[in-house]
């Protein structure tokens, strides 16, 4: 074997010749290279706020040999980014259903318990609000052991609270138990973002992020479906809670065996522990283990500058564009029983198959984002030639989608009383899937983009604000049609959707005149 180091000297480079028990092809590397710069997208850089070990020398670092090195996720085969990336995106489906699995049953859980409409109702609010509080967790966390074990032990003890939600004695337990079940179950819905950064370059990471909010969507509009199933066929309500426990198990089971670690510093890490055993030089090791790792560095990281962030014109409008998008879709899931059960007077079964017209149009909405990606966004990114990220590209999706949400959102206002045959509304329901699919997926591609080596703390910015407003909006709902009526309600969630449209255009026209002059945007490329 080959061994090559750099000496404390950095004007020289030796060479050594060792003997080692490996059967293997000749191994080299180079201790002190610095690593390809795409495997540290979204913050996977050790950042400056990681204080270094006392004593500590570059001599003996261990590093990423070339570009080709199969220990870098970027050089994993595809069907091993496929799998990764299907997987990930099942625990995060896993998650969100929890969030809508239980709204079919909050009118039996309301008589059982002896509460209001308005109470019940909580426990999808406060899980929306465990997703907000989660990523201030399990972000650092996924900085310090990795991308695996922080996203699925959660995801295992979020199961065991779904359960515990189902053998609830009584509601106060049902709010603290759907509680946590968020709090936890917003560990894949955080980390994911940094794996797709990963194992993906910018050219093919945008089909990828398709895939997982695709995910994000798909959850919410299914559960009900199921939920409404279970309550027609006379079974307790319970068992939307215990099936929801025993998807989640399911999933976290596949991951346990089929999910490889893709943080780029901890395979490292596991790098230079192996070399030492096959070399025999045991002060090889990697920048990771020169650092100390504090909690007000990770502090400032994840809880600081999010917020930092929010205040800054791109983050903050697409944050609130995006969570105000993602609060009206579950004030939109909440709505449906008023405008379909109620109203029409269907079965909760009947009343949920409404929900596949939002799934079509959250269909429709992954093709044209893959669609931008492969036509538009990476033909600009062929013609620029320097590969850099063009966050401009991502948005027309949502500039399209800002007016169909807004179109939706008023059909379904306007149409919902029964003397209007039940298509216009569902039509309605397909436009709202539509535009909030391509606004929602579009943001999240626009910051990874813009933000780059902060793309972490951009997404917990966004994934914090878009859950604080989710959890207000469903409990609003039953209040707010109660005492507007169908149509003012719905028109009031389509006129701010109206007031919103300027921002991807503004973006798509000045968004690169605003990167240039932005404390974390200016790194871009």
């Not at 490996?22 to 979204?42: I, Q």
């Not at 991308?147 to 009584?170: E, H």
């Not at 346990?256 to 395979?267: G, I, K």
Request: aromatic share 14%; charged share 10%.
């Amino acid at each position: 074997m080959e061994l090559r180091w750099r000496n404390a000297q950095p004007s020289k480079r030796a060479t050594r010749n060792l003997t080692t028990p490996s059967s293997g092809p000749p191994l080299s590397f180079d201790v002190n290279r610095t690593p390809p710069a795409a495997c540290y997208m979204m913050e996977m850089r050790i950042q400056p706020d990681l204080e270094r070990a006392s004593g500590s020398t570059n001599g003996d670092r261990v590093d990423f040999d070339g570009p080709n090195d199969i220990y870098n996720p970027q050089n994993w085969s595809f069907a091993k980014k496929s799998l990764n990336t299907f997987l990930y995106g099942l625990t995060t489906l896993g998650s969100t259903w929890a969030s809508a699995a239980y709204s079919p049953a909050n009118e039996i859980v309301a008589h059982d318990f002896q509460v209001s409409n308005e109470v019940a109702v909580l426990g999808t609010s406060v899980l929306l609000l465990g997703f907000g509080f989660g990523p201030l967790v399990w972000a650092p966390l996924s900085e310090v052991y990795g991308r695996k074990w922080p996203t699925v032990a959660p995801c295992f003890i979020s199961a065991l609270f779904s359960f515990a939600t189902g053998a609830s004695k009584d509601i106060q337990s049902i709010i603290i138990t759907r509680f946590f079940c968020g709090f936890f179950g917003a560990a894949p819905i955080t980390c994911t973002g940094g794996v797709f950064a990963d194992i993906w370059d910018s050219s093919q990471r945008g089909n990828a992020i398709v895939g997982y909010a695709l995910a994000v969507a798909a959850g919410p509009v299914l559960a009900p479906i199921v939920g409404g199933a279970i309550v027609v066929c006379g079974v307790s309500w319970r068992w939307t809670e215990y099936i929801t426990g025993i998807i989640q198990l399911l999933t976290v089971v596949l991951d346990v065996a089929f999910v490889d670690e893709s943080y780029a510093p901890r395979l490292l890490v596991s790098k230079a522990r192996r070399l030492r055993f096959e070399t025999g030089e045991w002060g090889l090791h990697a920048e990771y283990e020169e650092l100390n790792i504090t909690f007000s560095g990770l502090l400032h990281k994840f809880g600081v500058r999010p917020w930092q962030m929010l205040f800054t014109p791109i983050c903050g409008l697409i944050a609130l564009y995006a969570s105000f998008i993602y609060g009206a879709f579950y004030a939109s899931l909440a709505s449906f029983p008023i405008i379909f059960q109620q109203d029409r007077g269907w079965n909760p079964l009947v009343g949920s198959l409404p929900f596949l017209a939002l799934l079509l149009g959250i269909l429709l909405g992954s093709a044209l984002n893959v669609l931008n990606q492969v036509v538009f966004y990476n033909r600009r990114l062929a013609s620029q030639g320097d590969h850099k990220a063009i966050p401009e590209a991502r948005l027309p999706p949502m500039m399209v989608g800002s007016f169909v949400f807004a179109g939706g959102l008023f059909l379904i206002g306007w149409t919902s009383h029964p003397h209007f045959h039940w298509i216009i509304p569902c039509t309605g329901a397909f436009f709202v899937g539509f535009g909030y699919y391509t606004i929602f997926q579009s943001a999240l591609n626009y910051l990874v983009d813009t933000f780059q080596r902060w793309g972490a703390s951009a997404i917990a910015a966004n994934t914090f604000l878009r859950s604080i407003l989710a959890s207000c909006f469903p409990a609003v709902v039953i209040p707010l049609y109660g005492n507007l009526g169908t149509g003012p309600a719905s028109s009031c969630f389509a006129g701010f959707a109206v007031l919103m449209i300027p921002i991807p255009f503004v973006f798509y026209q000045y968004g690169a005149w605003l990167r240039t002059r932005g404390r974390w945007s200016s790194n871009i490329g």
